[in-house]
């Protein structure tokens, strides 16, 4: 029989199945951070259970860690206690941390697939939305909750329904100045922040196909964005290409294995998806969010909607967001002026998005009512940065690169955005307060958010390209 | 696990949709290691002022409404997939959440930690809303057994969907680890067979 994707993975790694019940689904790699694991390794302490196998469990701190002096204590007391818990945690149950200081630290999302713990055709959770990430390698990934944590501590394996599948194609090409994040801003913004919800999402088409492995992670990540459990996109070589020599990616024989499995991890010609939808690459513009969820993002040459074009039930949610954010309906962003630019998360912190703005803004210089905080996803990152010399490039423009954590995306740390001011971010969520209390985030591309970091406002990014390539 | 089943009370009604995880508890609160107490800090910045007033417009501060029950408008629950914010609903007094549609991780979190997550068509929830703006003391019933939501004024009823095993484990107050646990043979196997 036929199947997608998903389905391949899925039923690869049903330890039972049986009617009635959700499916006893194998979990081969559980990433863990200092937020959402404290409260599993509480449970099975009081169970008297073992993490079941932690050679299959890779912990790092991340959400909570300063982006600046990184080997001092924390100095948030709060914040020190949770990442010193997991790493008491961490020691006492047999599982490998790369926290701070140890060169493999990083945003979670940002180092599985840098060290080549991801792979085509795993199933990997953690405790955190976005590990949808992973699925940029063809994996079944998706976030789960702390009471899963504890679950698959204890057992290896979640209790999980099998997810109904969508396709998403996106074909032709991509115009100037767009990327992976202007695509997947899009496709949420059709579809909506709901519109993904009880699917898992594969992602084809030409114009995904043509995209870096960095650049499918963007759009993977996101998939959460509109609801869905995760979404993944078929492995080629550009995939081998990347994983081929990382750290603990298979070698020798075991990588001929490997890859002869990964060439059938693609969703059969006639497989039957329960929903499909298509999009031209050419109908996309660099996007920008204007409200306070992912999918109220439009063009950034458009007008933000009229609210009385909204339906009846929906008005009431729909100002509420505008008065958030201080806009009008029916008005255009251009030129509105912004205080921050943060440039990392895990959906655009790779060292790809690094050397993007680099490229944009070598030889400019920041407008002077602008912060702008470069926050890369990994050590790894930073330090192929900093041998590539784009940390000169910054410091040039006035840019400030600072050191790894999920940083101002949440604001766990003491990287806030100030209550009322704006930040174009190349994070994955506007929702209100998330960058701070009261703050106000445009979502955006990394070149959007580097287009407004020089011009001090609100910026079609296709001007300036277009004045550097005439 | 709590155990849930049937409940008689009036309602909380908080008629907004997509209500994201970060406003039912913002991040800067996700620094406890415990379950307990988020309950305090559940719509934290919708419900109080910086000076910690409570702000008198949110319905949470209103004295004219109470119960176990909070309803919410279409895709509650959507993004972070912190648990925290199931455990902060729970600890706040609520039993069940009502909305017409829910965001896939936190309808997990909530049956995993006894709360219930009862959706409901778009017509039903407007039905509740509207009878709660006539009477801020209007009840609902909620039934597990039967699966069913029923307006106590009204006597309008709705039947809802719920996987049978979670379904189970609500009315024990099992959970999923009890019952994998009890499959460690199977995943021995599975690994082996690998």
């Keep these: ?470 | 696990m709590k155990k849930f089943t049937k409940l008689t009370s009036a309602v909380v009604p908080l008629n907004i949709e997509n209500i994201d995880t970060d406003q039912i508890i913002p991040a800067r609160f996700l620094k406890a290691t415990t379950r307990e107490g988020f309950g305090e800090n559940l719509f934290r910045d919708w419900r109080y002022e910086n000076d910690n007033q409570p702000k008198a417009d949110f319905v949470m501060n209103n004295p004219t409404y109470s119960g176990q029950v909070l309803v919410a408008g279409k895709n509650f629950g959507c993004g972070s997939s912190r648990e925290h914010a199931a455990w902060a609903i729970q600890d706040a007094g609520f039993d069940a959440v009502i909305s017409s549609f829910f965001a896939d991780i936190f309808k997990g979190n909530a049956l995993n930690n006894g709360l219930l997550p009862i959706q409901v068509s778009d017509e039903f929830l407007a039905q509740i809303f509207n009878a709660v703006d006539n009477n801020p003391k209007s009840a609902l019933e909620v039934d597990l057994e039967n699966q069913t939501v029923t307006i106590v004024e009204t006597g309008a009823q709705e039947s809802f969907e719920i996987n049978p095993y979670k379904k189970s484990c609500l009315i024990n107050g099992y959970d999923d680890i009890d019952f994998i646990l009890a499959q460690k043979e199977l995943i021995a196997e599975f690994e082996q067979a690998k």
Excluded at chain 1, 41 to 68: E, M, W
Excluded at chain 1, 236 to 250: L, M, N, S, V, W
Excluded at chain 1, 261 to 273: G, H, I, P, V
Aim: glycine share 10%; hydrophobic share 40%; aromatic share 8%.
């Design chain 1, 1 to 470: 029989m036929s199947k997608t994707l998903v389905e391949k993975i899925w039923d690869a790694h049903v330890v039972k199945s049986e009617e009635g019940f959700p499916d006893i689904l194998y979990i081969d790699t559980h990433l863990i951070h200092e937020v959402t694991s404290p409260q599993a390794f509480d449970g099975l302490r009081k169970r008297g259970l073992p993490v079941f196998r932690p050679k299959q469990t890779v912990a790092t701190a991340d959400h909570n860690v300063p982006t600046l002096n990184q080997l001092l204590p924390i100095k948030e007391e709060l914040s020190r206690y949770q990442v010193d818990m997991l790493t008491k945690n961490c020691a006492e149950f047999g599982v490998e941390l790369y926290g701070l200081g140890h060169p493999f630290q990083g945003i979670v999302h940002v180092i599985g697939p840098e060290l080549g713990i991801t792979l085509p055709g795993k199933t990997m959770v953690c405790g955190d939305s976005h590990t949808s990430t992973h699925g940029a390698f063809g994996a079944i990934a998706f976030g789960i909750g702390t009471s899963q944590v504890e679950q698959v501590f204890a057992t290896q394996c979640l209790l999980q329904s099998k997810p109904k599948t969508m396709k998403i194609e996106v074909n032709g090409e991509l115009g100037k100045g767009v990327g992976a994040k202007d695509i997947i801003l899009y496709i949420i913004a059709k579809i909506s922040a709901a519109g993904g919800t009880g699917y898992f999402i594969e992602y084809a088409g030409s114009a995904i196909e043509a995209l870096s492995m960095e650049a499918r992670m963007t759009i993977c990540n996101m998939s959460i964005e509109m609801g869905a459990r995760g979404g993944l996109i078929a492995p080629d070589q550009t995939t081998f290409d990347y994983i081929k020599g990382r750290e603990f990616a298979p070698a020798g024989e075991e990588w001929d294995k490997a890859l002869a499995y990964w060439k059938t991890l693609y969703s059969d010609a006639d497989a039957k998806f329960d929903s499909v939808l298509t999009f031209d690459a050419a109908d996309i513009a660099p996007m920008i969010t204007y409200g306070t969820n992912p999918g109220m993002g439009m063009g950034i040459q458009e007008h933000i909607p009229a609210t009385g074009a909204q339906p009846e039930k929906e008005k009431l949610s729909y100002q509420k967001a505008l008065d958030y954010m201080g806009f009008d309906d029916d008005s255009s962003l251009i030129g509105k002026p912004v205080d921050y630019v943060f440039i990392g998360s895990c959906t655009n912190s790779r060292i790809e998005d690094l050397r993007e703005v680099a490229d944009f803004v070598k030889g400019k210089r920041k407008a002077d009512n602008v912060t702008v905080w470069i926050v890369p996803g990994s050590k790894q990152v930073e330090q192929q940065a900093k041998n590539e010399g784009l940390d000169k490039i910054f410091e040039a423009a006035g840019f400030q690169l600072r050191e790894p954590g999920c940083s101002a995306c949440l604001g766990m740390n003491e990287d806030k955005i100030p209550a009322g001011k704006y930040c174009v971010s190349t994070s994955n969520r506007n929702f209100e307060g998330r960058q701070g209390q009261n703050a106000r985030t445009l979502l955006a591309s990394p070149l959007t958010a580097a287009a407004a970091a020089v011009t001090g406002k609100i910026t079609d990014v296709r001007d300036l390209l277009e004045k550097v390539n005439p």
